[in-house]
T-cell receptor, first 109, second 114 residues
Framework: EDQVTQSPEALRLQEGESSSLNCSYT??????LFWYRQDPGKGPEFLFT???AGEEKEKERLKATLTKKESFLHITAPKPEDSATYLC??????????FGKGTRLSVIA | DADVTQTPRNRITKTGKRIMLECSQT?????MYWYRQDPGLGLRLIYY???????NKGEISDGYSVSRQAQAKFSLSLESAIPNQTALYFC?????????????FGPGTRLTVL
């Protein structure tokens, strides 16, 4: 059974204080690992897909990396507007995505 | 215009009432999904449909039913609503023609059952 575990559950950062969110996964055959951003009361917004170990993708202050067991979402010099819940999900084949419970990020000015 | 729309956006109802939540998409995707989200529990899959003639139960289908009226429309029904069905409900779509099946979400429906 595919599983996704995200840590920490919540993270509080000062503006400009870089950090990383972790997504550990167990999957039979990875076809893609996804990161989403979700603002309170809104639908998740797609950020990245990673396909294979060693791959990296960047968007503004966010960089996602992938190994065979986990993915990291690195946030460089975060701003208050980066505050959101970040969700990780995996796709292992012809079944729906399996989501983690998310990391709730708060960036304080 | 939004690619994935959900109606209503907010709904307050009473225990025992029948409720229908609707989802429409203009993305041309063949796959559609219904999730509910509760604080601390993350997104949980209720039902999904890979095409108009395909309906599958998800992790928490009890108390829910769905209808795929067309490629672009997927409705979720609560036959007899109960208070523990109070949650945020999201519809999502994806394209089977892509290798990764990225899901795109609607804005959500906040349902309160009194």
């Amino acid at each position: 059974e595919d599983q996704v575990t995200q840590s920490p559950e919540a993270l509080r950062l000062q503006e400009g204080e870089s950090s990383s969110l972790n997504c550990s996964y167990t999957v039979s055959g990875l076809r893609g690992l996804f990161w989403y951003r979700q603002d309170p009361g809104k639908g998740p917004e797609f950020l990245f897909t990673l396909y294979s170990a060693g791959e990296e993708k960047e968007k503004e202050r966010l960089k996602a990396t992938l190994t065979k067991k986990e993915s990291f979402l690195h946030i460089t010099a975060p701003k208050p507007e980066d505050s959101a819940t970040y969700l990780c999900a995996v796709n292992s084949g012809n079944t729906p995505l399996v989501f983690g419970k998310g990391t709730r990020l708060s960036v304080i000015a | 215009d939004a690619d994935v729309t959900q109606t209503p956006r907010n709904r307050i109802t009473k225990t025992g009432k029948r409720i229908m939540l609707e989802c429409s998409q203009t993305k041309g995707h063949d796959r559609m999904y219904w999730y509910r989200q509760d604080p601390g529990l993350g997104l949980r899959l209720i039902y999904y449909s890979f095409d108009v003639k395909d309906i599958n139960k998800g992790e928490i289908s009890d108390g829910y039913s769905v209808s795929r009226q067309a490629q672009a429309k997927f409705s979720l029904s609560l036959e007899s609503a109960i208070p523990n069905q109070t949650a945020l409900y999201f519809c999502a779509t994806s394209d089977a023609g892509t290798s990764t099946d990225t899901q795109y979400f609607g804005p959500g429906t906040r349902l309160t059952v009194l």
